[in-house]
């Protein structure tokens, strides 16, 4: 098994249109534009096909429930064309406290609104008439005047991963999505994610080597690993108080599954209770190390090996850096242990 290795982006201004033609350059597969709640990713992904030719060009994610199922297909079937083939639709529910309150979407049915979802777009992109009847959407709308359409473009094809974390959505994504947009994630607990994943490609007669499996990783290279894993860990006190509620954190969940229960509770509990730096000190430095690249290439090449053996098949990266020539030359530093990685798989013999 080889690693391919993405890149996170965002091609809203001149360095960050620089950056996307860098990472093409240094050999990429792909980049990845995330979409909360200040730039939309879609708008992002026509600026990056405009000044690329090869790499791929991937939604890390548009939140469902944001845009009809319908016009996600048309965004998709337009960023197809002006890319020449190269769009991936990544997909993903986001959460409660982003759609409901910055949106005004109810987040209801998640795991249902996202196979209907896929099934929609699927229709869409296939040339298909557009009727469906779901527990989500019916279209067309019964007792009114809409007329099931025929999309006017072309049928194509549009790769739908999907983001998941849960059970179900995990189940969901070996049913349904053509890949997999991970995180929170460990190499030593990956089947807490791919045997999920695996039982929903099973039930529908695929293979999970038919799902592109993508995790998100931090990389930094430093001879201070304990002073940087602390620094990442730190971030994560957001993440597991603020990405959330008391109640629905699904990013706490994960954790949770992979043995990290009563850290997440307790960071989280500092989080609510005001004491936001106690919250950031709290989550193990370990955390940190584990769910990104840190350290010098000779252990940032182990890390990778362990990647690629537990079954990642893409990387999507974000390389530290504080200017757009710091981020492109260590892209271009782990580009290169990549390769290093993926040609002892080829030949048997390690790499030192």
């Known amino acids: 098994m080889t690693l391919r290795l993405g890149t996170w982006a965002q091609p809203v201004d001149q360095p960050g249109l620089d950056y996307v033609v860098e990472a093409e350059r240094?050999?990429?597969?792909?980049?990845?534009?995330?979409?909360?709640?200040?730039?939309?990713?879609?708008?992002?992904?026509?600026?990056?096909?405009?000044?690329?030719?090869?790499?791929?060009?991937?939604?890390?994610?548009?939140?469902?429930?944001?845009?009809?199922?319908?016009?996600?297909?048309?965004?998709?079937?337009?960023?197809?064309?002006?890319?020449?083939?190269?769009?991936?639709?990544?997909?993903?529910?986001?959460?409660?406290?982003?759609?409901?309150?910055?949106?005004?979407?109810?987040?209801?049915?998640?795991?249902?609104?996202?196979?209907?979802?896929?099934?929609?777009?699927?229709?869409?992109?296939?040339?298909?008439?557009l009727e469906y009847k779901g527990l989500v959407f019916e279209l067309p709308l019964p007792g009114g005047e809409g007329k099931a359409l025929r999309s006017a473009l072309p049928p194509v094809e549009v790769p739908i991963y999907l983001a998941s974390l849960g059970p179900a959505n995990l189940r969901l994504t070996g049913v349904a999505a053509d890949g997999w947009i991970g995180n929170s994630f460990f190499t030593e607990t990956a089947?807490?994610?791919?045997?999920?994943?695996?039982?929903?490609?099973?039930?529908?007669?695929?293979?999970?080597?038919?799902?592109?499996?993508?995790?998100?990783?931090?990389?930094?290279?430093?001879?201070?690993?304990?002073?940087a894993s602390q620094r990442h860990a730190q971030g994560f006190a957001f993440t597991f108080g603020a990405m959330g509620s008391a109640s629905s954190n699904f990013y706490n969940d994960a954790f949770a599954r992979q043995g990290w229960g009563d850290d997440v509770d307790e960071v989280q509990r500092l989080w609510f209770a005001g004491d936001r730096d106690a919250a950031a000190k709290r989550v193990p430095a370990e955390?940190?190390?584990?769910?990104?690249?840190?350290?010098?290439?000779?252990?940032?090449?182990?890390?990778?090996?362990?990647?690629?053996?537990?079954?990642?098949?893409?990387?999507?990266?974000?390389?530290?850096?504080?200017?757009?020539?710091?981020?492109?030359?260590?892209?271009?530093?782990?580009?290169?242990?990549?390769?290093?990685?993926?040609?002892?798989?080829?030949?048997?013999?390690?790499?030192?």
């Open 26 to 129: 240094l050999g990429l597969d792909s980049i990845w534009i995330p979409e909360f709640w200040g730039f939309d990713a879609l708008t992002q992904i026509a600026a990056a096909a405009v000044v690329t030719e090869r790499i791929r060009l991937c939604t890390g994610i548009v939140q469902i429930g944001t845009r009809t199922p319908a016009m996600l297909a048309m965004s998709a079937m337009t960023l197809q064309h002006l890319s020449n083939g190269r769009f991936v639709l990544g997909l993903g529910t986001s959460g409660p406290q982003v759609i409901e309150g910055w949106h005004g979407v109810p987040f209801a049915q998640p795991v249902t609104r996202t196979r209907e979802t896929i099934e929609i777009i699927r229709k869409v992109t296939q040339g298909e008439r």
């Open 191 to 227: 089947d807490v994610f791919f045997d999920k994943i695996r039982d929903g490609a099973e039930s529908v007669g695929r293979t999970l080597d038919e799902v592109e499996l993508t995790v998100s990783v931090g990389v930094e290279f430093t001879d201070d690993v304990h002073e």
């Open 287 to 352: 955390i940190g190390r584990r769910t990104n690249l840190i350290g010098p290439p000779n252990e940032i090449r182990s890390r990778l090996r362990e990647y690629r053996d537990c079954g990642v098949t893409t990387l999507r990266i974000g390389p530290s850096g504080d200017t757009l020539d710091e981020r492109v030359a260590n892209l271009g530093q782990i580009a290169e242990l990549v390769a290093d990685v993926n040609n002892e798989s080829q030949t048997g013999a390690p790499l030192t």
